[in-house]
């Protein structure tokens, strides 16, 4: 890299700034708070969305599913309801716990179907050496632990039948008398089924007992039990956020004291194109194999930046508040959210966003000697109106135009993710293409490299319009080569070849 202090990029400082500790904890802490009191609250929020449709009897239902045997019988797995044995579960009543309903309609018009539930016992004896199909899953109503305080409905999502051999013909299933629950008819057929303590299975046949049976399916439930659970939900989680995102943004502002520069920036921001310096230089030597290992060796960097990338959003938020109502960004802040873009920057040039380099990046939001490196001058003044539209309305079409370059990763968070980085994108497509030909040329084309640069400096640049950091417009224009033109030049002067 470029160590001329007269080069027009940034002035890294000869030390770094160190981080204190406790500012890291105070954000991880934050962090997680906040981010157990939003899913606590989103947690509520549905329980209690849930709760209101069960109002009037209503049944919590899954989408309706078809199912075809070539047997005489479709049968759901047992139904297992334990409520245990202890003192505690004596005052219980199931009934009023959980209620289930099924809803089966036949798909051959005008055929008599029947549904009942009964003893999963009784039911084997019924329809033993009987052709049948079986719901591949099984489902167990009953404490994990202690009841009533931890009961669970568990239950597998593969919906596929399982074909059962036999040699039997069963007798109408309307003769047999062990039914705990039953209906028949050419219709839809509504049963409704109290939990009851007992092993359980339901059957679907026809009602003569020929065969196939061809029908949907829909099962819903209701249960009492999320009425108490939603208000304790929203009250941790709104304990959660109360803690969690103050001690969130006191651990941004700490990290943002720690880096922010002691003296003004070293570039005139005036004279660039846009107010970010956005830095990439290819190192000369670049192993042809360790592209295949970096998304391994950039697991801590993800882990990292995926924290960050939560604390930038709240931060973010924060800051938009304050902006609308001064006109200033907090400057710890800034120097925070700013840190966070650099970080995600240096792992996508080490990864998947570029390939520049080999070395492996620093863990920390301040400026480095490193091949890649980016800065933002921080505004004094910021229009208070614009911070309600600029992030989303007045961005669109530069939104449109990173989407399909970089394949979504919008904010820059996302764009070192190995998985974003390698999607269906002309970004992935590049640097893929510069991944094979490193892998047998041991070269990185030097074109190549430059347009790489141009597509990640254009992503960053609105980045830092979205995420509320200058008001300049980005420019509709691709700056190609590792570092930025000036004001004047036009796109094609900015695409250097590299030797």
Known sequence: MDANPTHPTYSAPAQPPRMRPWNWVLLVVGVLLTALGLGLVIGGAIIAGAEAAQRDGQYLTLETERYQSTGYAIITPRLIVDPGTTAS????????????????????????????????????????DVPHAVLEEEMTWGPKGQPPDDWSWEKDTDDSLQEVAGTQTPAAPAEQDFWAASTSGTDTQELTFDLQEGQWTMVAMSADGSRPVWID?????RTELLDPISPGLWIAGLVGLVIGIPLLLLGAAGLGRDITP??????????????????????????????????????????VLALLGFALMITTIAAGIVILFTGRYPRSWFAFVVGVLRWNWRVGFYSYAALGTDRYPPFTLALTDYPAELTVPYPERLSHGLVLVK??????????????????????????????????????????IAAIALL??????????ALVIGLNRWTYRVSTYV????????PFRLDQGPTDPPRHSPPEASSPILP
């Not at 399916?217 to 439930?221: F, P, V």
Request: proline share 6%; no cysteine; charged share 15%.
């Open 217 to 221: 399916l829909q099962a819903g439930a």
């Open 391 to 432: 992030w989303w309305l007045l961005a669109i079409p530069h939104l449109l135009i990173v989407a399909i370059l970089t394949g979504g990763a919008v904010l820059g968070i996302g764009a070192t993710d190995t998985i974003t980085g390698w999607g269906l994108s002309l970004l992935a497509l590049l640097v893929l």
């Open 440 to 449: 047998f040329t041991g070269r990185y084309l030097p074109g190549l490299f």
């Open 262 to 303: 002691a003296g003004p920036p070293a570039r005139n921001f005036g004279q660039t194109v846009y107010p970010l310096a956005f830095v990439g230089q290819l190192d000369g030597r670049l192993s042809r194999w360790l592209w295949l290992f970096k998304w391994l060796l950039a697991i801590p960097h993800y882990i």
């Open 467 to 474: 995420l509320l950091l200058r008001d300049e417009y980005p």
């Open 89 to 128: 579960t004596d005052s219980i009543q199931l009934e009023d716990v959980a209620s289930f309903q099924v809803r089966v309609t036949p798909v051959i018009p005008d055929q008599e179907i029947f549904v009942g539930i009964a003893d999963a016992s009784d039911v084997a004896t019924y329809l033993d």
